[in-house]
């Protein structure tokens, strides 16, 4: 049997470039989707809320859901990838998500729209954890893969801003149904031109088994870490719930890597917690994840409850931080990437974002927007548009084509536990601080105000031990002399 010699590479990519670049964009677009949906859904809270009869408490699971599967299938959906094919586990990510939407949109009670919202979250993992990996197959060269990963990185760092924006106009416009119906036909969309632009999966690719028991006790670990930390809030973090739980987690882990350690072809090759960019990128992504949700929600937070801005406003006052790192996108994250490397980058916009954290640190109760937001939001912008797209290419440098989906599963696990947690611990020290201000008998909107400074700090914090990770620890991969010249060609 004889093939021609171009059919292999067909295979694997699309045969013109610039199918390569409309295939990115539809990986971006369904990637937005799964972003925007871990945000708009804030805005529209009071609405459904009165809508449907939530109470306080219950009102948290519209949330906690989606995080709840996403956080906790991340690394089964990635090795799935791996084993069955990227582009046909994320067009099936893309059907469950587009559904789930559909029946979010269409949800008259409150269990049914915490179902679906928790069938979304389970899609999205699936997205997320791929998404990675059809790019890193697509784009071989390191200057197209840093030009593709500073769009993607875009995509993933600005989405959520752009989803309060979203989120206040369809729910102050039409209704908060809305934020769910406009995922139908982007969903439709992305799932047509996945089938038109994404490459099949190689027939000689490699497929393995999977790994059953170590996928059932890491997603155990995953699904009963991210529910103890979703509820730390409302549970209290040293109540026995969450420390049983939380405890559980570490036995199920405990579990896993002696299972990992036996099996014949193991969900996450244990080797590969000694490859040292990877080990150092996650922990980095931890950190960045948790200032960057600090940034995000704290800060609509100070804008909508401190200085009164309206849902639409809020979106607006993040326009510049969109602004900045759609700049990079479109080509600045990857020239500086390919000029000073990996290191470098990450270590100054995490020091750029522990700036803006603390400038918002500093933001008084009567804030002025050009004085107090707009240098925060810039400041972050730069931080954010800087090391997204580093902390990616530097998490995927040290592993092997077959296994990048798992390393993207990884990666996106380390960005999702990292923001969870940081998330729940900052907003329960802003609560206790404001609390205990209260109880002093100091003024509810500055107490409020005083509580939002502490969680701001504390994520400043977190910001600069990234920087320091990024600094201190992490190794620059190499560039054969080829991979270089083509990188500036």
């Known amino acids: 049997m004889t093939t021609k010699p171009t059919s292999k590479p067909l295979s694997t990519q699309p045969a013109a470039p610039n199918a390569r670049w409309l295939a990115l964009y539809v990986l971006c677009l369904g990637t937005l989707m799964i972003v925007l949906d871990t945000t708009i859904v804030n805005v529209a809270l009071p609405s459904i809320r009165a809508d449907l009869g939530f109470s306080e408490s219950a009102l948290a699971w519209v949330v906690n859901a989606y995080m709840l599967t996403f956080g906790g299938f991340l690394l089964l959906g990635g090795r799935l ?189 244990l080797r590969l917690f000694a490859l040292h960019n990877l080990v150092t990128a996650n922990a980095i992504g931890v950190l960045w994840a948790a200032a960057m949700f600090a940034w995000f929600f704290l800060s609509a937070l100070y804008l909508q409850l401190v200085l009164g801005y309206s849902p639409l406003y809020v979106g607006l006052s993040f326009l510049p931080a969109n602004l900045i790192m759609a700049a990079f996108s479109l080509g600045l994250s990857a020239q500086i990437v390919m000029r000073f490397g990996i290191n470098r980058p990450i270590a100054v916009g995490m020091f750029l974002a522990g700036l803006g954290l603390l400038w918002f640190a500093r933001a008084p109760q009567s804030g002025n927007f050009w004085f107090d937001v707009f240098p925060a939001m810039t400041l972050l912008g730069l931080g954010a548009g800087i090391a997204f797209n580093p902390v990616l290419l530097s998490a995927m440098s040290d592993v092997k084509p077959d296994e990048s989906g798992l390393a993207s599963g990884l990666v996106n696990t380390s960005f999702m536990m990292g923001g969870a947690l940081g998330l729940a611990v900052l907003a329960s020290l802003a609560a206790f601080t404001t609390a205990q201000l209260l109880a002093s008998g100091t003024e509810p909107l500055t107490a409020l105000n005083e509580g939002y400074h502490a969680a701001f700090f504390v994520g400043a914090l977190f910001a600069g031990g990234a920087s320091a990770l990024a600094l201190f620890r992490l190794r620059e991969p190499k560039l054969s002399s080829a991979e270089a010249h083509a990188s500036h060609s």
């Open 81 to 269: 990838g791996d084993l069955f094919g990227h582009r046909r586990l994320f067009l099936a990510g893309i059907s469950l998500f587009t559904l789930a939407s559909l029946a979010c949109g269409l949800a008259t009670t409150q269990e049914f729209l915490v179902a679906a919202r928790a069938l979304q979250g389970l899609g999205g993992a699936v997205i997320s954890a791929v998404s990675l990996s059809l790019i890193m197959n697509l784009f071989t060269t390191p200057s197209d893969r840093a030009k593709a990963m500073g769009l993607f990185g875009f995509v993933a760092a600005g989405g959520g801003s752009v989803g309060v924006l979203l989120g206040g106009f369809l729910t102050s416009a039409l209704d908060w149904h809305w934020i769910f119906l406009v995922n139908i036909p982007i969903g439709a969309a992305v799932f047509v031109f996945s089938l038109m632009l994404l490459p099949p999966r190689p027939r000689d690719a490699a497929t393995g088994s999977l790994d059953l028991a170590g996928a059932l006790t890491v997603t155990a670990a995953m699904l009963v870490a991210v529910y103890a930390i979703v509820n730390g809030n409302a549970a209290g973090w040293l109540s026995l719930q969450t420390l049983g739980l939380l405890a559980f987690s570490i036995v199920l882990l405990v579990v896993f890597v002696h299972v990992e350690s036996r099996a014949p072809h193991p969900i996450i090759p």
